[in-house]
């Protein structure tokens, strides 16, 4: 059974870094996709970063572009989220998710739980 | 930058039929899926690759599209459907894209 078991997050100061991890197990974790999807309260679904199955290639939204880092651990079944320079609106629910690639599109068929970061004064 | 389109709320009375639109450039050209997300859990893929249910989503969920719009359709909707739906799909950059959401309310 697939299991997406996320850690990290918590109450950061503006500016502030935050590590959010993602540990895998239940499939072949190094031939799949990842990807960080956040929500921030009340509001809808946004995609932030993704990561392919081997660690060799990073996309981002535009909006955390330079100041996140997504990065994975085949040999842990991990995948990290690094956030810097943490803003008040990066505050959200944050989810890692499995992706199923078609073509040059994706769907995400399992999510972690999610964990929230609050970033805030 | 492409957007999709949903309506904000869709309200049916239960064993009714619930119509939930999406609509956006991307959709002609790449896949939408569709996900169900509960008050206060994650998100589940319940549609994908337009039309395709996941194995243990009921059959009264369906999705189509049509040009620019996507639909998803629950057929003999049940308390056990509301919540919020989302649609996604890709833009020409290969960006991810979610709809606005739509709540759905079956009282």
């Known amino acids: 059974e697939v299991h997406l078991v996320q850690s990290g997050g918590g109450l950061v100061q503006p500016g502030g870094s935050l590590r959010l991890s993602c540990d895998a197990s239940?499939?072949?974790?190094?031939?799949?996709?990842m990807h960080w999807v956040r929500q921030a309260p009340g509001e809808g679904l946004v995609w932030v970063s993704r990561i392919n199955d081997d660690g060799t290639s990073t996309r981002y939204a535009d909006s955390v572009k330079g100041r996140f880092t997504i990065s994975r651990d085949n040999a842990q079944n991990t995948v990290h989220l690094y956030m810097n320079s943490l803003r008040v609106e990066d505050t959200a629910v944050y989810y890692c998710?499995?992706?199923?690639?078609?073509?040059?599109?994706?769907?995400?068929?399992?999510w972690g739980l999610g964990t929230l970061v609050t970033v805030s004064s | 930058s492409y957007g999709l389109t949903q309506p904000p709320s869709v309200s049916v009375s239960p064993g009714q039929t619930a119509t939930i639109t999406c609509s956006g450039d991307?959709?002609?050209?790449?896949?939408a899926h569709w996900y169900q997300q509960k008050s206060g859990q994650a998100p589940v893929l319940v549609i994908y690759e337009d039309t395709k249910r996941p194995s243990g989503i009921p059959e009264r969920i369906s999705g189509s599209t049509s040009g620019t719009m996507a639909t998803l359709t629950i057929s003999g909707a049940q308390v056990e459907d509301e919540a919020d739906y989302y649609c996604?799909?890709?833009?020409?950059?290969?960006?991810?894209?979610f709809g606005g959401g739509t709540k759905l309310t079956v009282l």
């Open positions: 239940g499939f072949i974790f190094n031939t799949y996709f």
């Open positions: 991307p959709i002609p050209k790449k896949y």
């Open positions: 996604c799909s890709t833009d020409t950059s290969g960006n991810h894209i």
């Open positions: 998710a499995r992706a199923v690639r078609i073509g040059a599109t994706f769907y995400f068929d399992y």
